[in-house]
């Protein structure tokens, strides 16, 4: 039991300096939100989104990206899980053939980065 409680208080430990709060509900293991955050940044997710913790993403087209680890659906009624926030990502079209969303050509360890970002440090 002592074990198992230092164990969890090691992981949310190293998850609170990285998001700059709490431990997010859900995570991408293995994935780095810093490098989603500069992917973010480079195909220009925030000219649509307004992202909490990224200088100008401030997007006004697209849904808001706050808190997305507590939120229980992706555009709306997909669940939200790190599998599907990742596929999301990597071809919004394959859920919603109508999003306006675009593919931005993401491979899925670059998804994964995102989704690590989105979930960690939007709160």
Partial sequence: MLRRRLLLALVAAAWLPACGGEAPSLSV???S????AEIIREVGCGSCH?????PQADGQ???ELRD???ERFIAGDIPNTPENLVQWIMD???FEPDT?????????EQARDVAAYL???TG
């Fill in 92 to 94: 919004p079209q394959r």
């Fill in 61 to 63: 087209v697209g849904p």
């Fill in 50 to 54: 307004l992202i909490p913790g990224l």
């Fill in 119 to 121: 979930y960690c440090c």
């Fill in 33 to 36: 939100g810093e490098r989603g």
């Fill in 29 to 31: 293991e293995g994935a």
């Fill in 100 to 108: 306006v969303m675009p593919d931005l050509g993401l491979d899925e």
């Fill in 68 to 70: 997305v680890d507590d």
